[in-house]
């Protein structure tokens, strides 16, 4: 063969090969989830999770902005959870920690098993009556919903793990693993007077739970990321959480006469800046587990593409961090400026001026790691500042252990025809609290949201259905059914 021709069918012949090589890859990636069970009616009433949810939303256990507490209500949701469970009070012994924190532990049969530890929060986001339909502590029944504050965020898995415990013990008796509920009391403040203390509690005696399962993880449409029907992700870690404030001064004065920029133009350069210029996409264990989860389950192109991630690992990061927020959220620390601020009137210079960007950081960019970088990018002048406590990603737990395997069993059983994957849980939780006790933390909310519905999350007419909960309440039965006896 001639020198030139040589060279061509090398040329032409390497990518050749090497597309047909990744074709054939892509080809060869099927499921491997494996077959659904097959179920039967537990039998739980659903009217009655709905009155135990609407008793749970009158009690408005709102944790304050300026860190105090009604504290009737917070004793009072301790009776409640006594007084609407009998079997489970029976059964549990609780303890107060610091003050409204509750931790109940169920004892196991079998001692040498680590126990099952079960998370939600007590408290709820204030609730300002204007907007709503119905009130909002009112915890009312409309059309196959509770509304009220609380009842997605998060009394609705609350109710729905001490319904499944209550149901657990009136069919069989005890339990083989023992079980704890950690509910804490601040979450929605993220101080750390609640889940904290307890994780220091529960060190004190040595506890190591099995696994902690929490809230966080969604069901969520495929469509995103090239998958028809419905994902159910399990977080295994999440992200961390920064505010950075910009700020600048500069002298103030009479509009009519600005000399440029204004402190004002200057913080909005800067977090225009801030946004345009992001850290490069990384890729997380979480997220490469999830593309190898769903692969098989992808539209034509994107299966090629994801299945042959080392080849084309560039081209996917760019496109990621393109396509959607949630994809994008999912290999990227992510910047959003929130609040602004400049002078009090139309007509006056600020001699100050502020904006606060919310970061969200993914793992591998650590605080400081973002704090510089937004030093870098803000520009000359700038003041840069990290406002409240900033939170490093979590450790991240494996998708291979029996529990987790467990868990997205469960998951497959609840909501059949769903796909299962790990992911990385874009906001915060109270479990990342425990890791120090335990490497098996994992989140998930076991209620099929729709968009709507997502909105009303810390909004008014929050509401839970009444369907949804009865699933969640089974895939809890289920969860403490292969974990637990
Ligand atoms: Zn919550």
Known sequence: MPVPVLILVIILGAPTALIAFMAVRAALVKPHAPPEREVSDLGIDKNALAAHLAGAVQIPTVSMADETYPEKPFFDYKEYIEKTYPLFAKAAECTVVNKYSLVYRIDGSDANLKPAC?????????????GWDYPPFGGEIHDGFVYGRGAQDMKCQMIAVLDALEFTLANGGGLKRAAYCCFGHDEELSTLDGAPEIVKYLDSLNVRPEYVLDEGGVMLDGGPLGVDGTLALIGVCEKGYMDVRLSRKKAGGHASTPAKPTALASVAKAVCNVERKQLPPVWTAPTIELIRELAPYMKPLFKFVMVNRDVLSPFIKFALSKLHPISAALVKTTFAPTMAKGSD????????????????????????????????????????????????????????????????????????????????????????????????????????????????????NERCNIDDLKKATEFFVRIIGDTCL
Do not use: W
């Open 345 to 460: 009137a139309a007509n006056v210079l600020p001699p100050y001026a502020e904006a606060v960007v919310n970061c969200r950081l993914i793992a591998g960019n650590s605080p400081e790691t973002v704090l510089a970088h937004i030093k870098k990018v803000a520009g000359r002048g700038i003041d840069v500042e990290v406002i409240n406590r900033a939170v490093p990603a979590s450790k991240i737990s494996p998708a291979d252990t029996p529990s987790y395997v467990k868990i997205a069993d469960a998951v497959r059983t609840a909501f059949p025809g769903v796909k299962v994957a790990p992911y990385m849980f874009i906001a915060a939780t109270d479990s990342r609290f425990y890791y120090p006790i335990c490497d098996n933390v994992y989140r998930f909310s076991p209620f099929a949201y729709t968009e709507d519905d997502q909105r009303r999350i810390h909004a008014v």
């Open 118 to 130: 079960f998370l939600a929060h007590i408290d709820v986001v204030p609730a300002p009556p204007e």
